[in-house]
């Protein structure tokens, strides 16, 4: 799998991002991946789309 891994776990997910609607810690992205074509300009997520 190529998503990169953020570091934090499951139980510290503390919000959800207002622009696309993904569960945030502090307002960073829970899952993140480096490779994928889109990002969310406000939490920074990548969704991790298996292309790599």
Do not use: F, H, L, N
């Not at 889109?38 to 789309?49: A, F, M, N, R, V």
């Amino acid at each position: 799998m190529c998503c990169d891994g953020t570091g934090y776990s499951r139980s510290e997910i503390d919000g959800e991002c207002p622009d696309c609607g993904e569960e945030t810690v502090d307002g960073d992205a829970y899952e993140q991946c480096g490779y994928s074509p889109t990002e969310c300009k406000t939490c920074g997520w990548s969704p991790c789309d298996q292309s790599c």
